[in-house]
């Protein structure tokens, strides 16, 4: 889908059940760290900024498109703020839509004004097969289980996304190389068994 207005967010197709099982996700990481301060860059449709606005938790919301009423229009590559000002930085589904070469530039970015933490999520293409089985004794069992392809498909700019992990050129191994390069270490990264498409980093900030 190719957003063409702030409208794209509140498309009844938007917010999938998927979508919902990554929300819980992003939700959830930001609260395990207990910050006393939060910016999540890319409001999207406002569903965890207000949520998490709700349970009193101190979040900034920054975002280019002021159609999408964020507490402050700014660019993700020149981030308004002081070094070291939040103690958690997310940038959910954000960096894809602009050009790869731009990555670094603004990873840098979310290292400098994180004290802390950052938390990603990236689209990943890399194919896996769900398992999720019910066993007496044991419980729930739920895994992924990768289905590697022969070729990788080739990106084409969709009006959104500019690469995809996953992608030719655009292997995880290169994305995880560039975000310790910044200085962050990762502490974990999964994908949403509901919802694959969706890769999570969480980054510790290096002193």
Sequence with gaps: MIRTSPYFYFDPSYDSKGRFCSYWHQINEIISLNPKAVLEIGIGSGFVFKYLKERKINIIALDIDKKLNPDIVGNIMSLPFGDNVFDVVAAYEVLEHQPYE????????????????????LPDVDRVYRFNMQI???????????????KKPVHQFDGEHYWEIGKKGYLLSRITDDIQKTGFKIESTYRVLENPYHLFFVLKKLK
């Design 102 to 121: 731009n990555f670094y530039k603004s990873l840098h970015e979310i290292f400098r004004v994180s004290s802390a933490y950052a938390i990603l999520s």
């Design 136 to 150: 007496p004794l044991l419980g729930e069992i739920k895994k992924l289980i990768p289905l590697p392809r022969l």
